[in-house]
């Protein structure tokens, strides 16, 4: 068996490079004296004899049944994020202004209650503030724990938080139910994109990637969806408590699933690690994925990666390669994501739409309301957006979609602009769906993958927990001032956020990695070094180019 695994490794290191790329046009590749052909239709390779291996080689596969099934359900705790998040939207008025009728007393629970709108801006950003409370320790509770028993342990959260919510009578245990829902969210944030970004195939990393938000707008739309039915008194209460339901059932379905083969591997529980990775690709051969896992984390070791570096190390430099370009894209992707106020619009459709459309007390009253409907619409378009923009990431890059998106998102910004000035409600209700979609299809995905496909594995826990932090607090600050500046700005609310998403346009243009079929140390390589104009952007390259025809 030890000459066996000694012959498959040296193959592996005699192999070309282009064996190792699944996105390699190949027809034949001849090695050691055996050949390996790649059937580029079903992007897998056929493997006729790989080191005495007849099987498909799990490394050119996309996406196995198993693997995907696993992925949704460590998403499950995205679902509950984004049903958390958007459960509130709807019925916010028949809680917060009573718009359902008076308070009245039911059963020990009252019908409504009521606040004014900055405080109902704080109860509804506390749950960003609980997730950046969870965020700050998931890395370090994930690497200590594992990766699904941290999810398991994590819906003791939800869990709680929905029965705080549900049974609220005052405005204080509201909030607190709030705050802690949203460590749960805080904690699925961070656990659900390690999880499938470390059980992903090479081929599928950028689909997996932007299954976090993915799944977060469904749980939105979802929520969104039952609200329509559950937002009158005490309805409400159901809605929030289903929140608790789907924790119990991802619980049991997470005891079905594998834990992260390389979590697995880094804590030298190589058997279990190997059983788990063939559990995610099915039927394919993973012997050279398996291998190439290992060799990873050993040449990590080798290089010094433990033991690992302290987060001041990693973002000042101060590590064998100086990481401080890729750190700055990772953390500035998470906080340009919520500062772009596309939170805002799904904490607060509704209220923008009712007062776009100038709806008398008696039409809020009534349920669905147009506000409603096109808050459903708004939920619904994002997740779409977001499959579409998943479906052309692997093929037009990263860097490409989000310069894209960000510019998209600052014009749609100036449009709702320019209807709320106009006071044309159905432009703005237009242009709010456009902002989502395009903001959604790119902004919105990429920077959670942004960490997993540009740091080193030794510095990936601490800077995703960094990031994620920085993510939440942006979000809790971005929920709390949006009633205000929508009091304070009027038509002009979303000025601001043209501003912001304009910034992140800039970013993507000159200082954005793109990760597109690169291994992560390929990326480190090119990247390495403080915050700069990237070397690879179009524009500059096509500049050098002209320079150096002009110098012929």
Same mark, same amino acid.
């Given at each position: 068996?030890?000459?066996?695994?000694?012959?498959?490794?040296?193959?592996?290191?005699?192999?070309?490079?282009?064996?190792?790329?699944?996105?390699?046009?190949?027809?034949?590749?001849?090695?050691?004296?055996?050949?390996?052909?790649?059937?580029?239709?079903?992007?897998?390779?056929?493997?006729?004899?790989?080191?005495?291996?007849?099987?498909?080689?799990?490394?050119?596969?996309?996406?196995?049944? +198993?693997?995907?099934?696993?992925?949704?359900?460590?998403?499950?705790?995205?679902?509950?994020?984004?049903?958390?998040?958007?459960?509130?939207?709807?019925?916010?008025?028949?809680?917060?202004?009573?718009?359902?009728?008076?308070?009245?007393?039911?059963?020990?629970?009252?019908?409504? *209650?009521?606040?004014?709108?900055?405080?109902?801006?704080?109860?509804?950003?506390?749950?960003?503030?609980?997730?950046?409370?969870?965020?700050?320790?998931?890395?370090?509770?994930?690497?200590?724990?594992?990766?699904?028993?941290?999810? *398991?342990?994590?819906?003791?959260?939800?869990?709680?938080?929905?029965?705080?919510?549900?049974?609220?009578?005052?405005?204080?245990?509201?909030?607190?139910?709030?705050?802690?829902?949203?460590?749960?969210?805080?904690?699925?944030?961070? *656990?659900?994109?390690?999880?499938? +970004?470390?059980?992903?195939?090479?081929?599928?990393?950028?689909?997996?990637?932007?299954?976090?938000?993915?799944?977060?707008?469904?749980?939105?739309?979802?929520?969104?969806?039952?609200?329509?039915?559950?937002?009158?008194?005490?309805?409400?209460?159901?809605?929030?408590?289903?929140?608790?339901?789907?924790?119990?059932?991802?619980?049991?379905?997470?005891?079905?699933?594998?834990?992260?083969?390389?979590?697995?591997?880094?804590?030298?529980?190589?058997?279990?690690?190997?059983?788990?990775?063939?559990?995610?690709?099915?039927?394919?051969?993973?012997?050279?994925?398996?291998?190439?896992?290992?060799?990873?984390?050993?040449?990590?070791?080798?290089?010094?990666?433990?033991?690992?570096?302290?987060?001041?190390?990693?973002?000042?430099?101060?590590?064998?390669?100086?990481?401080?370009?890729?750190?700055?894209?990772?953390?500035?992707?998470?906080?340009?994501?919520?500062?772009?106020?596309?939170?805002?619009?799904?904490?607060?459709?509704?209220?923008?739409?009712?007062?776009?459309?100038?709806?008398? +007390?008696?039409?809020?009253?009534?349920?669905?309301?147009?506000?409603?409907?096109?808050?459903?619409?708004?939920?619904?378009?994002?997740?779409?957006?977001?499959?579409?923009?998943?479906?052309?990431?692997?093929?037009?890059?990263?860097?490409?979609?989000?310069?894209?998106?960000?510019?998209?998102?600052?014009?749609?910004?100036?449009?709702?602009?320019?209807?709320?000035?106009?006071?044309?409600?159905?432009?703005?209700?237009?242009?709010?769906?456009?902002?989502?979609?395009?903001?959604?299809?790119?902004?919105?995905?990429?920077?959670?993958?942004?960490?997993?496909?540009?740091?080193?594995?030794?510095?990936?826990?601490?800077?995703?927990?960094?990031?994620?932090?920085?993510?939440?607090?942006?979000?809790?600050?971005?929920?709390?001032?949006?009633?205000?500046?929508?009091?304070?700005?009027?038509?002009?609310?979303?000025?601001?956020?043209?501003?912001?998403?304009?910034?992140?346009?800039?970013?993507?243009?000159?200082?954005?990695?793109?990760?597109?079929?690169?291994?992560?140390?390929?990326?480190?390589?090119?990247?390495?070094?403080?915050?700069?104009?990237?070397?690879?952007?179009?524009?500059?390259?096509?500049?050098?180019?002209?320079?150096?025809?002009?110098?012929?």
């Amino acid at each position: 068996m030890a000459e066996n695994i000694s012959l498959r490794r040296g193959s592996l290191r005699d192999a070309p490079d282009a064996l190792y790329n699944p996105n390699a046009n190949l027809s034949t590749q001849s090695f050691n004296s055996t050949e390996s052909s790649v059937d580029t239709k079903k992007g897998k390779y056929i493997a006729s004899e790989i080191g005495g291996i007849v099987a498909n080689d799990s490394r050119g596969s996309f996406l196995s049944k +198993s693997l995907l099934l696993c992925a949704l359900v460590a998403a499950i705790s995205s679902i509950n994020y984004g049903w958390v998040i958007g459960s509130v939207n709807i019925p916010a008025l028949v809680i917060e202004e009573c718009s359902g009728g008076p308070e009245t007393w039911s059963g020990g629970f009252p019908s409504c *209650i009521p606040m004014s709108s900055t405080l109902w801006g704080l109860v509804v950003g506390l749950t960003a503030l609980g997730a950046w409370a969870g965020s700050m320790y998931s890395g370090k509770v994930a690497d200590w724990l594992g990766r699904k028993r941290t999810l *398991i342990i994590n819906n003791v959260f939800f869990v709680a938080g929905a029965l705080l919510t549900c049974t609220a009578t005052s405005i204080a245990q509201l909030a607190v139910g709030r705050f802690v829902s949203g460590i749960g969210c805080g904690f699925a944030a961070n *656990i659900v994109s390690t999880y499938n +970004s470390e059980a992903a195939t090479t081929r599928s990393r950028g689909f997996l990637g932007g299954f976090q938000q993915l799944m977060i707008l469904v749980g939105l739309f979802l929520s969104q969806v039952v609200s329509i039915g559950l937002s009158e008194a005490p309805r409400w209460r159901i809605l929030f408590s289903l929140s608790a339901a789907l924790a119990i059932v991802q619980t049991g379905l997470l005891l079905l699933i594998p834990e992260s083969p390389k979590f697995l591997a880094i804590k030298g529980r190589y058997d279990e690690s190997r059983a788990a990775l063939q559990k995610l690709r099915g039927n394919l051969d993973t012997t050279f994925e398996y291998e190439e896992l290992i060799m990873t984390l050993e040449a990590g070791r080798r290089n010094g990666a433990v033991p690992k570096p302290s987060l001041w190390q990693v973002i000042s430099g101060k590590t064998d390669t100086d990481l401080r370009h890729l750190v700055f894209c990772v953390l500035f992707l998470m906080l340009s994501q919520q500062w772009s106020g596309a939170k805002g619009v799904m904490f607060y459709s509704t209220e923008i739409l009712s007062s776009t459309f100038h709806l008398s +007390s008696e039409e809020v009253k009534h349920i669905p309301s147009i506000a409603q409907l096109l808050t459903l619409g708004i939920g619904a378009i994002g997740a779409v957006a977001v499959v579409i923009g998943m479906s052309i990431l692997d093929r037009v890059g990263r860097r490409t979609v989000l310069i894209v998106s960000s510019l998209a998102t600052t014009i749609c910004a100036a449009l709702i602009v320019v209807g709320s000035k106009l006071d044309l409600g159905p432009m703005v209700a237009t242009f709010m769906y456009a902002f989502n979609l395009v903001f959604q299809s790119g902004s919105g995905f990429i920077p959670y993958l942004s960490a997993s496909e540009l740091l080193p594995y030794y510095a990936l826990g601490s800077i995703s927990g960094l990031a994620t932090s920085i993510n939440c607090l942006t979000l809790f600050i971005v929920s709390f001032i949006f009633p205000i500046l929508d009091k304070a700005l009027g038509s002009y609310l979303f000025v601001p956020f043209i501003v912001t998403n304009f910034i992140t346009f800039l970013f993507a243009v000159f200082m954005m990695p793109e990760a597109k079929g690169k291994l992560i140390s390929e990326v480190i390589s090119e990247y390495q070094g403080p915050p700069h104009i990237v070397s690879d952007c179009r524009f500059l390259k096509r500049r050098k180019t002209e320079e150096s025809s002009d110098l012929q």
